[in-house]
């Protein structure tokens, strides 16, 4: 299995930046992707930014040229630097971790963006 810790939510007004990170322990060596979902109220769940391995990125269109994800594989760590935030970026953020078998997922951080 793999262990995900987040860290770096937190409240900012809008045109603010926050950046999370996802510290993966436990069975790194089989991690291929990596990346975030968020969820807001009463919505689904929806895939914000993934990274491959080998560093290969893609965001979600709601994102794009605001969002960068990024991975130090040194530290097994995966960043989410937001930056011209919105409050419809308001959401609970999970980071994921893709195995050849499976999933695992961190326990959420909540990002909110005031107007």
């Known amino acids: 299995q793999v262990q995900l810790v987040e860290s770096g939510g937190g409240l900012v007004q809008a045109g603010g930046s926050l950046r999370l990170s996802c510290a993966a322990s436990g069975r790194i060596f089989s991690i291929n992707d990596m990346g975030w979902y968020r969820q807001a109220p009463g919505k689904q769940r929806e895939l914000v930014a993934s990274?491959?391995?080998?560093?290969?990125?893609s965001c979600a269109d709601s994102v794009k040229g605001r969002f960068t994800i990024s991975r130090d594989n040194a530290k097994n760590t995966v960043y989410l630097q937001m930056d011209s935030l919105k409050p419809e970026d308001t959401a609970v953020y999970y980071c994921?971790?893709?195995?050849?078998?499976?999933?695992?997922w961190g326990q959420g951080t909540q990002v909110t963006v005031s107007s």
């Open positions: 990274i491959s391995s080998g560093g290969s990125t």
């Open positions: 994921y971790a893709q195995r050849v078998d499976g999933y695992n």
